[in-house]
């Protein structure tokens, strides 16, 4: 898409700001592999694929340096290796428990997360979810699990180690309500049994995905955001949605 006056210019590269974020001459990436929508393939030499490494690509480009993704299971352990020193920045959802270790950009795609209950079932709103008797499935340490920790304070949690997990144990009959992203709940739903649930159409949340550094960086957030600012405008994210076949899955930040 052609850039217009009305998109905001990429920022100045300056030495600091590659020193800042890529200080080993390389911009290691961390990504998440279980956000199937923002890592939604492999290449032929199994390098992962998707608007998240698309972003990594299109910065370590401007930066001059190559990228190298760093590939991890899930959230959690993304997360908790910022410790380690062994990415430099990362695709992550912004959460405020995340916040005390690591600095967010401004989101550059939304992702609704909403609850799935039983045909059958008397659940049929968020608030009823809100509830003492309650149980929720749900993969542990996702960003919906961290929201929902700090906002739903009256149901029992079944926290699980993955995603597909969580589907296959609320499938088998735990948990009262299964809490998940909503691109994978409309699977469930038109799949094979899918008639013996029903969606909680409206979302609990909004998972912000953003880039993730280290804290006390500002000149180097502040290029980040700037960078993803020009490329939300110029349509690259947009195009970039498409591309990967995930258009109808995810939002952009308005």
């Known amino acids: 898409m052609t850039a217009s006056s009305t998109v ?4 100045p590269v300056t ?15 961390g990504i998440n592999m279980a956000n199937f ?14 608007l998240s490494p698309d972003l990594a690509q299109y910065i370590a480009d401007l930066l001059g340096v190559p990228c190298a993704l760093v590939p991890f299971a899930g959230p959690g352990q993304l997360a908790d290796a910022i410790a380690d020193d062994v990415w430099d920045l990362a695709n992550i959802a912004v959460e405020p428990e995340r916040a005390e270790t690591i600095a967010f ?12 209950a039983r045909k059958n079932s008397s659940i049929r709103t968020n608030a009823d979810v809100d509830q003492k008797d309650v149980t929720i499935m749900l993969y542990g340490r996702s960003a919906y699990d961290l929201w929902l920790s700090d906002h739903y304070l009256r149901p029992t949690y079944l926290r699980v180690d993955s995603i597909d997990l969580s589907h296959q ?7 009262d309500v299964l809490a998940s992203l909503k691109p994978k709940l409309l699977s469930e739903l038109s799949g094979a049994g899918g008639d013996a649930y029903h969606l909680i159409t409206e ?51 308005r």
Not at 8 to 11: C, D, T, W
Not at 21 to 27: D, F, R, V, W
Not at 105 to 116: E, R
Not at 169 to 175: L, T, V, W
């Open 105 to 116: 950009s401004d989101p550059y795609v939304l992702i609704d997360a909403n609850f799935l």
């Open 169 to 175: 144990r609320f499938k088998d009959g735990e948990g």
């Open 37 to 50: 929508l923002l890592v939604s393939g492999n290449a032929d030499d199994a390098t992962p694929t998707g």
């Open 203 to 253: 979302p609990f949340t909004a998972i912000k995905q953003a880039v993730g550094m280290r804290p006390n960086q500002p000149e180097a957030l502040a290029f980040i955001n700037g960078v993803i600012a020009h490329l939300l405008a110029s349509g690259f994210i947009a195009d970039a949605l498409k591309t990967h076949h995930v258009e109808d899955k995810l939002s952009l930040p």
């Open 8 to 11: 905001p210019p990429i920022p």
């Open 15 to 29: 030495p600091h700001i590659t020193a800042a974020l890529a200080p080993h001459g390389t911009l290691r990436v």
